[in-house]
């Protein structure tokens, strides 16, 4: 059973930075694309970042030039977020797609706020 576990949400000012991380535990294809999403409260959810095996990396076009993704072995990955605005708060998760199915944590959440 592939299982998520996301860490590293809480409460930052804006202009702040904030390393998500999400731990990969089970059996999955090598072949696969990890990426962190994000709700906010009363919309629904989008995609954040996203890099497949093959390395090719995807971000939402509210985040791009702040966030990071990187993944090590294919068991951990990270979002680094800079430049945190309030529009930045929502609950992250972090999500598994393979051929086998698709995977979600439980959710870290992140609040921007002064």
């Known amino acids: 059973q592939v299982q998520l576990v996301e860490s590293g949400g809480g409460l930052v000012q804006p202009g702040g930075s904030l390393r998500l991380s999400c731990t990969f535990s089970?059996?999955?294809?090598?072949?696969?694309?990890m990426g962190w999403y994000r709700q906010a409260p009363g919309k629904e959810r989008e995609l954040v970042a996203s890099m497949s095996s093959g390395n090719r990396i995807n971000y939402a076009d509210s985040v791009k030039g702040r966030f990071t993704i990187s993944r090590d072995n294919f068991k951990n990955m990270y979002l680094q977020m800079n430049s945190l605005k309030p529009e930045d708060t929502a609950v992250y998760y972090c999500?598994?797609?393979?051929?086998?199915?698709?995977?979600w944590g439980q959710g870290t959440p992140v609040t921007v706020s002064s």
């Open positions: 089970g059996r999955f294809s090598s072949f696969n694309i």
């Open positions: 999500n598994l797609r393979d051929s086998w199915g698709e995977y």
